[in-house]
């Protein structure tokens, strides 16, 4: 099943690839269509996503973002190793997520995300996104830093793909086991400046609120 305003937003969502590509391609992939087999309910035996596969988490999504609601807006879970990735090594069996895609341009746009598993921590995002990161192609000056978020810890990875400003910040959220995530990547010949980049960064940690 492929959401309606996916089908609107394909080939928008397929030049905003460099997005997700630090997240690999399982999870948030924005518009990817969920598994024939994907069920929210019960045991987890197939990675998917689809509109209103879990509306506690999607509801949790900021609503507005720079005076626009999202372009695309579902939810999933994950459980296989390929796509758990470096979680697997924390015992993470089941990863769920929602994610709110705001297109900022045809190569640029902006993912806000809440991760949801049983004793989730945000350093383990944070590896499994620079483990992501360091292995996908055309990838390079990967830089990762520390900082505060609402008195919390956060994390910050930035990283140059394929003409595209890329950065990712994770911090926890406001109930155990749920991590935030805030996923940019603003096309060189889109949003021409540094400058520019971080404050659409600085504008999605704050839609998030405290």
């Known amino acids: 099943m492929i959401p309606r305003s996916c089908r609107r937003s394909r080939a928008a969502a397929r030049s905003f690839a460099a997005v997700i590509a630090l997240a690999t391609a399982a999870l948030l992939a924005a518009c990817g269509p969920a598994g024939p087999s994907f069920v929210p309910a019960g045991p987890c035996v197939v990675d998917g996503q689809a509109e209103g596969a879990y509306p506690d988490l999607e509801a ?3 609503t507005v973002l720079r005076g626009e609601p999202p372009t695309h807006l579902d939810s999933g879970r994950t ?3 390929t796509s758990l990735g470096t979680l697997v ?3 993470v069996a089941e990863l769920r ?3 709110g895609l705001w297109e900022l341009g ?3 746009g902006v993912t806000i995300a809440r991760f949801t598993a049983p004793g989730l921590e945000a350093d383990w ?3 499994f996104y620079e483990a992501g990161a360091r292995s996908a192609r055309k990838t390079e000056e990967i830089e990762t830093t520390r900082l505060r978020i609402e008195g919390r810890d956060a994390w910050r990875l930035d990283t140059l793909n394929d003409e595209s400003s890329q950065t990712i910040v994770v911090w926890p959220a406001d109930e155990p086991g749920a991590v935030w995530a805030v996923l ?3 096309d060189v010949r889109e949003i021409q400046s540094r400058e520019a980049h971080d404050a659409v960064v600085a504008d999605a940690i704050a839609a998030v609120g405290p």
């Open 106 to 108: 045809a190569r640029s």
């Open 60 to 62: 949790a999504i900021p």
């Open 125 to 127: 995002m944070a590896d």
């Open 97 to 99: 997520f929602a994610g």
């Open 89 to 91: 090594g924390h015992r």
């Open 184 to 186: 940019a990547g603003n």
């Open 79 to 81: 459980c296989s190793a």
